[in-house]
């Protein structure tokens, strides 16, 4: 698509308007003096909200099973019900005070104390991290981290920046201070666009460098074989009918330039997954293809134009440089496709910003929103920097499979877009958030069961499919369904890498649960062996997987170090099974990092990974 023919509500700038949204004086001061219109992690009664409503909840805890963190809070949803609608008491005057809105509403003087913690109003969707008080420290030393899975780094690589996590997980070492430019994150250093392309060119000498249309074939195959399993952001139909027609045409005049670059981007991320030809000749092809794809993205102006096309190539641009060792620049290139997305609008509810547009179409839109904040919040996980799809009332609820008249919908897929909205929009609140401040995750203990039990009412709304395996079943469910293994083995390290960051984070109430931590971080980078094991050369590809399966190695090693030197868990160290398991499963990352690293064209990453765990 053009972007002359990008329709009102798909331009730039549009996205921003309020439209129907716009609420009256009247209803905007009912909104903002509801009882519960704000919402925090620290309350009794959390309900993590989806923004559009506040009387329905995004989802909540149906039960609190033991998790070993303290007391349950087993019947908050009926807590929330009944602080609805509180008594209210008759006074004289109406008496300002410094209160919260829920302490305005009953007219009396506020005796809660806001935590510096994210909260979110259910009524506009708007979230906001407090910062945290200034903390005193002692000889001008930095206050400690209050995870413990971010402390795993070797003393003098903690850099001076706005959270420090991100330096243990990178092992980069910068400060604000220093007079010459430096390497943000330590992962590339240089452009990840090489410039093969002449002023005069245009669009037409990016097509001129099209390969033949049976290899394009091979390598888009090679695509939606190993990456639209795990980002399933394109239909796949829709695509093969523009595909087809522009092989018809192949003229310039009549292409869309950001459809040429989606081309491009995902044959370059096709490449990155062939197992046929050697490292540096994949390397050396697939940068070409990207360079590419980037340059049709110029000639379509995707920069002060946006259409779906263009921003699902920016997406797959994102994951193509972070799997080519640019984590830098995928992190510099995400922030304009924030941008571009809510530009476009993509943040808003489709029935509002498109009624008129076909079922199909907004259900696209939802799923390239999805796409968008999925790899935001996973981003800024690993980083430990601030989320920035945070702005949206598109609802999880309202995404399904409108392909009835190209085929029947892939259930499974719709689920697994689901399971992996819902839990990018809890670990966007608790854990991004609070980490990109070096802020607890849990300030209390009620507080961190209250999470834990939502982290399990996600997981417990995944399919069987994605729960229910052992290694022994999904290596044989990898012979007739390889697309559910790369879902299953994602969505399992995704979710248990989050809930290790639960139980290890600690606050001067809430002690870091070492049984749970271990746990967690046991399943998590069990899916990376099995993942090893079953798709050895996409492992060695998906650099959020294996750098993520190192920060729970990393982790592991934390615990284990700080174990043997308490007397009190000396003892446990050497006999609880536990603690066994857990240097079994270093000793296994290790060796997985040396495959990795060995020969002349070994990854360096391994190298300096390995050395880091054997450091422990």
């Given at each position: 698509?053009?972007?002359?023919?990008?329709?009102?509500?798909?331009?730039?700038?549009?996205?921003?308007?309020?439209?129907?949204?716009?609420l009256?004086?009247?209803?905007?001061?009912?909104?903002?003096?509801?009882?519960?219109?704000?919402?925090?992690?620290?309350?009794?009664?959390?309900?993590?909200?989806?923004?559009?409503?506040?009387?329905?909840?995004?989802?909540?805890?149906?039960?609190?099973?033991d998790?070993?963190?303290?007391?349950?809070?087993?019947?908050?949803v009926?807590?929330?019900g009944?602080?609805?609608?509180?008594?209210?008491?008759?006074?004289?005057?109406?008496?300002?005070?410094?209160?919260?809105?829920?302490?305005?509403?009953?007219?009396?003087?506020?005796?809660?104390?806001?935590?510096?913690?994210?909260?979110?109003?259910?009524?506009?969707?708007?979230?906001?991290?407090?910062?945290?008080?200034?903390?005193?420290?002692?000889?001008?030393?930095?206050?400690?981290?209050?995870?413990?899975?971010?402390?795993?780094?070797?003393?003098?690589?903690?850099?001076?920046?706005?959270?420090?996590?991100?330096?243990?997980?990178?092992?980069?070492?910068?400060?604000?201070?220093?007079?010459?430019?430096?390497?943000?994150?330590?992962?590339?250093?240089?452009h990840?666009?090489?410039?093969?392309?002449?002023?005069?060119?245009?669009?037409?000498?990016?097509?001129?460098?099209?390969?033949?249309?049976?290899?394009?074939?091979?390598?888009?195959?090679?695509?939606?074989?190993?990456?639209?399993?795990?980002?399933?952001?394109?239909d796949?139909?829709?695509?093969?009918?523009?595909?087809?027609?522009?092989?018809?045409?192949?003229?310039?005049?009549?292409?869309d330039?950001?459809?040429?670059?989606?081309?491009?981007t995902?044959?370059?991320?096709?490449?990155?997954?062939?197992?046929?030809?050697n490292?540096?000749?994949?390397?050396?092809?697939?940068?070409?293809y990207?360079?590419?794809?980037n340059?049709?993205l110029?000639?379509?102006?995707?920069?002060?134009?946006?259409?779906?096309?263009?921003?699902?190539?920016?997406?797959l641009?994102?994951?193509?440089?972070?799997?080519?060792?640019?984590?830098?620049?995928?992190?510099?290139?995400?922030?304009?496709?924030?941008?571009?997305?809510?530009?476009?609008?993509?943040?808003?509810?489709?029935?509002?910003?498109?009624?008129?547009a076909?079922?199909?179409?907004?259900q696209?839109?939802?799923?390239?929103?999805q796409?968008?904040?999925?790899?935001?919040?996973f981003?800024?996980?690993?980083?430990?920097?601030?989320p920035?799809?945070?702005?949206?009332?598109?609802?999880?609820?309202?995404?399904?499979?409108?392909s009835a008249?190209?085929?029947?919908?892939?259930?499974?897929?719709?689920?697994?877009?689901?399971?992996?909205?819902?839990?990018?929009?809890l670990?966007?609140?608790?854990?991004?958030?609070?980490?990109?401040?070096?802020?607890?995750?849990?300030?209390?203990?009620?507080?961190?069961?209250?999470?834990?039990?939502?982290?399990?009412?996600?997981?417990?709304?995944?399919?069987?499919?994605?729960?229910?395996?052992?290694?022994?079943?999904?290596?044989?469910?990898?012979?007739?369904?390889?697309?559910?293994?790369?879902?299953?083995?994602?969505?399992?390290?995704?979710?248990?890498?989050?809930?290790?960051?639960?139980?290890?984070?600690?606050?001067?109430?809430?002690p870091?649960?070492?049984?749970?931590?271990?746990?967690?971080?046991?399943?998590?980078?069990?899916?990376?062996?099995?993942?090893?094991?079953?798709?050895?050369?996409?492992?060695?590809v998906?650099?959020?997987?294996?750098?993520?399966?190192?920060?729970?190695?990393?982790?592991?090693?934390?615990?284990?170090?700080?174990?043997?030197?308490?007397?009190?868990?000396?003892?446990?160290?050497?006999?609880?099974?536990?603690?066994?398991?857990?240097?079994?499963?270093?000793?296994?990352?290790?060796?997985?990092?040396?495959?990795?690293a060995?020969?002349?064209?070994?990854?360096?990453?391994?190298?300096?990974?390995?050395?880091?765990?054997?450091?422990?």
């Amino acid at each position: 698509m053009s972007s002359s023919q990008i329709p009102p509500d798909s331009a730039y700038g549009s996205g921003g308007r309020t439209g129907n949204s716009v609420l009256s004086p009247s209803a905007a001061s009912a909104s903002a003096l509801s009882p519960i219109s704000i919402l925090t992690p620290t309350s009794a009664s959390t309900l993590y909200a989806s923004p559009d409503s506040a009387t329905q909840p995004f989802f909540g805890a149906k039960s609190e099973p033991d998790d070993g963190d303290g007391a349950s809070s087993g019947g908050s949803v009926a807590a929330a019900g009944s602080y609805a609608e509180p008594e209210k008491k008759k006074q004289k005057r109406n008496k300002p005070t410094l209160s919260c809105y829920e302490c305005v509403e009953r007219k009396t003087k506020a005796s809660c104390i806001a935590l510096p913690e994210t909260s979110r109003s259910a009524t506009n969707g708007r979230r906001m991290t407090k910062p945290p008080k200034r903390k005193v420290t002692m000889s001008g030393m930095r206050p400690a981290i209050p995870n413990l899975a971010d402390r795993g780094t070797v003393a003098g690589r903690i850099a001076s920046r706005g959270s420090v996590a991100p330096s243990t997980g990178l092992l980069s070492n910068l400060y604000h201070s220093s007079p010459t430019a430096t390497n943000v994150f330590g992962v590339g250093a240089e452009h990840p666009f090489a410039n093969y392309w002449t002023c005069e060119g245009g669009l037409p000498e990016v097509i001129g460098v099209l390969p033949e249309k049976l290899q394009a074939d091979i390598l888009l195959n090679q695509y939606f074989e190993c990456v639209d399993p795990v980002y399933p952001i394109i239909d796949r139909h829709t695509f093969y009918l523009e595909y087809e027609r522009f092989w018809s045409l192949k003229d310039s005049d009549k292409t869309d330039a950001a459809f040429v670059g989606l081309i491009f981007t995902m044959m370059a991320l096709g490449t990155q997954f062939v197992s046929t030809t050697n490292p540096r000749d994949r390397k050396q092809t697939s940068e070409f293809y990207a360079s590419a794809g980037n340059q049709a993205l110029r000639m379509s102006s995707y920069l002060n134009t946006a259409s779906l096309r263009s921003v699902q190539a920016m997406v797959l641009v994102g994951y193509f440089l972070i799997n080519d060792n640019h984590a830098s620049d995928g992190w510099a290139f995400s922030g304009l496709l924030l941008r571009q997305a809510y530009a476009m609008g993509l943040h808003r509810d489709p029935n509002i910003v498109s009624p008129t547009a076909s079922e199909f179409d907004k259900q696209q839109r939802r799923k390239l929103w999805q796409a968008v904040l999925v790899q935001d919040t996973f981003l800024t996980v690993l980083l430990s920097l601030p989320p920035n799809a945070t702005h949206t009332d598109v609802r999880v609820d309202d995404f399904g499979d409108d392909s009835a008249s190209f085929g029947e919908p892939n259930l499974i897929d719709v689920a697994y877009i689901r399971g992996s909205w819902m839990l990018a929009n809890l670990v966007q609140e608790t854990i991004s958030s609070p980490r990109s401040l070096d802020v607890p995750i849990c300030s209390t203990q009620r507080q961190k069961s209250k999470l834990v039990a939502d982290f399990r009412a996600v997981y417990r709304s995944f399919p069987d499919v994605f729960r229910s395996w052992d290694q022994d079943s999904i290596t044989q469910l990898a012979r007739s369904n390889k697309r559910v293994v790369r879902q299953t083995l994602f969505l399992s390290s995704n979710y248990y890498h989050n809930l290790m960051l639960v139980h290890a984070s600690e606050s001067p109430d809430v002690p870091v649960n070492v049984r749970a931590t271990l746990e967690a971080a046991h399943e998590a980078i069990t899916s990376f062996f099995v993942l090893f094991s079953i798709f050895d050369t996409e492992a060695r590809v998906w650099w959020v997987f294996h750098h993520r399966a190192f920060l729970e190695a990393l982790c592991i090693a934390t615990v284990l170090s700080e174990s043997k030197r308490d007397a009190a868990t000396a003892d446990q160290f050497l006999r609880d099974p536990l603690f066994a398991r857990a240097r079994a499963d270093i000793t296994r990352m290790v060796q997985i990092l040396q495959r990795m690293a060995d020969g002349e064209q070994g990854s360096e990453d391994a190298r300096t990974r390995m050395e880091v765990l054997l450091a422990y």
